[in-house]
Each structure stands twice: as structure tokens, then as C-alpha cells.
């Protein structure tokens, strides 16, 4: 079992930056490959981002290339997602997932996280 846990969501206004973590804890001798997905009210859970268990591989939504920056530190079991020059909508609950494939489908991840409220005011 893997337990995530994130943090760092919060208020900010459009343009502004947040790094959110996701601090991994269980089962972790073997790193996971993580995502980032985030759902906003009345919509559907989206991909944001991923990255491999050594941190060598990277993908990001079309619409977070630039902007949103995953990375991990395998050392303090944790992942981060830079995101800069926000918009209102990527107003949503974000949450950090583990698996042991990496992709781009939620379905592909095992463990997840209870989320972080992350809003953009205009």
C-alpha cells in the first residue's frame, strides 16, 4: 500500500504560481511513476502531468506545457508541480496518483490522494 498526501493548494490570484507536493509514504522502496490530475466542479478528472520513477520521463497536458513544471526527489519521496502564470480555469481539486505503468489515464494508477483545492480568482 502507498498513502499520498498533497499540499500547497490555496487562493492566488490569475498569473500567479503554487508549487503543490505530494509526500508518498507505505510501500515506496521502489519509486512509482506519479501523476498529477485535477477535476473541476461538474467535470471530469483530467490529466495534468506525469513523470517516471527515476525522473527521467516527463508528459504534460497540452493546455499545462509551459506553464506547469512536474518534477520529483525520489530521496524525500515526494512530487511537486510547479504551476506558473495561472488561469482561472485551472481552478480545481488537484490530486498526485501512483503507478506502476506510467500513462496518461487515471485508470492506469493505483493509489491516490484526497486532493488539494487549488483557485485562480480573475
Known amino acids: 500500500q502507498v498513502q499520498l498526501v498533497e499540499s500547497g493548494g490555496g487562493l492566488v490570484q490569475a498569473g500567479g504560481s503554487l508549487r503543490l507536493s505530494c509526500a508518498a509514504s507505505?510501500?515506496?522502496?521502489?519509486?512509482?511513476?506519479m501523476g498529477w490530475f485535477r477535476q473541476a466542479p461538474g467535470k471530469e478528472r483530467e490529466f495534468v502531468a506525469t513523470?517516471?520513477?527515476?525522473?527521467?520521463?516527463?508528459r504534460y497536458a497540452d493546455s499545462m506545457k509551459g506553464r506547469f513544471t512536474i518534477s520529483r526527489d525520489n530521496a524525500k519521496n515526494t512530487v511537486y508541480l510547479q504551476m506558473n502564470s495561472l488561469k482561472p480555469e485551472d481552478t480545481a481539486v488537484y490530486y498526485c496518483?501512483?503507478?506502476?505503468?506510467?500513462?496518461?489515464?487515471?485508470?492506469?494508477?493505483?493509489?491516490w490522494g484526497q486532493g488539494t483545492q487549488v483557485t485562480v480568482s480573475s
Open positions: 496518483a501512483a503507478s506502476r505503468v506510467i500513462g496518461l489515464n487515471s485508470r492506469a494508477y493505483d493509489y
Open positions: 507505505g510501500r515506496t522502496s521502489s519509486p512509482y511513476h
Open positions: 513523470i517516471s520513477g527515476g525522473g527521467g520521463t516527463t
